[in-house]
């Protein structure tokens, strides 16, 4: 195809990735409320859990009259970006598949597959595993210098809305490591040797982001973000020990004069 036809192409995929987002935009403002639910969930089971809280049901504040349509809209636009995330790639792929080998027709699709579901993962990790740990410290924390300050919590709902947002994000980024790793593993700029060498020194980062990314700064919770990250950092060290087994077989068989297989050639 000429340079034109492609602009035709990615234009006809950019109108359904942009159709699907508009279509779970909507769908997420249908159910807004509920979104808003599910997000300060953790929030309102930290607090039931601190007995000197129990007592008295918590109140989210909000400062402006707009603040509650806004936290709302907001949020309907993340979670609707989250959802469309699949057209995404499926348009994504159908776009640079007739241009790739067959070969890697069968890792680029695995890739954006993964991609997902690592950014889903890391998100769940972070809501059902960080969050109850992370909040419940945070309003014992308050709790605690009541008792020596006089302060009362005023929770506001956009700033609440606003952290909760970028923690899951920040999670499911993190997630994304086990893949940046096989990818570099296959572009050949590392190996399995290497990782392993640099491991120690990755333990030290994965607490260092564990303290960064959770709400609180407590050793449990920098575990709880730290250990994760250290595992999959371990089974990306496995993939690329196994990239590299695969690529020095196919080395052996250039060197020995033998046919590539089928698949490496181009695609019609």
Not at 175 to 204: C, D, T, W
Not at 205 to 220: C, E, K, Q, S
Request: proline fraction near 7%.
């Amino acid at each position: 195809m000429s340079f034109l036809d492609h602009l035709r192409v990615l234009r006809r995929h950019l109108w359904i990735s942009a159709l699907g987002f508009l279509v779970a935009v909507v769908a997420c403002i249908v159910f807004r409320n509920e979104l808003l639910r599910a997000l300060t969930l953790p929030l309102y089971d930290a607090w039931s859990r601190v007995p000197e809280l129990a007592a008295k049901p918590l109140q989210l504040h909000f400062a402006s009259v707009t603040d509650p349509m806004f936290v709302q809209l907001k949020l309907s636009v993340y979670a609707a970006l989250f959802f469309a995330v699949p057209v995404l790639l499926f348009e994504l792929w159908r776009f640079v598949a007739p241009g790739l080998y067959p070969r890697e027709r069968r890792y680029v699709w695995p890739l954006l597959v993964a991609s997902f579901f690592c950014f889903v993962g890391g998100g769940l990790f972070g809501y059902f595993v960080v969050f109850p740990f992370g909040f419940e410290f945070l309003v014992r924390y308050g709790v605690d210098l009541s008792s020596w300050v006089p302060v009362e919590p005023t929770i506001m709902v956009d700033r609440y809305a606003d952290l909760a947002v970028g923690l899951l994000f920040a999670f499911g980024l993190v997630f994304e490591l086990p893949l940046v790793i096989v990818f570099l593993a296959r572009i050949g700029l590392v190996n399995h040797k290497q990782l392993l060498r640099f491991s120690r020194y990755f333990v030290v980062i994965a607490f260092a982001i564990g303290a960064l990314l959770t709400p609180t700064v407590d050793p449990l919770n920098q575990t709880l973000m730290a250990g994760p990250l250290v595992l999959l950092y371990f089974l990306a060290t496995g993939v690329a020990f196994l990239i590299g087994k695969r690529r020095a077989e196919r080395e052996r068989r250039e060197a020995a004069g033998e046919e590539p297989p089928d698949d490496e050639s181009p695609a019609g």
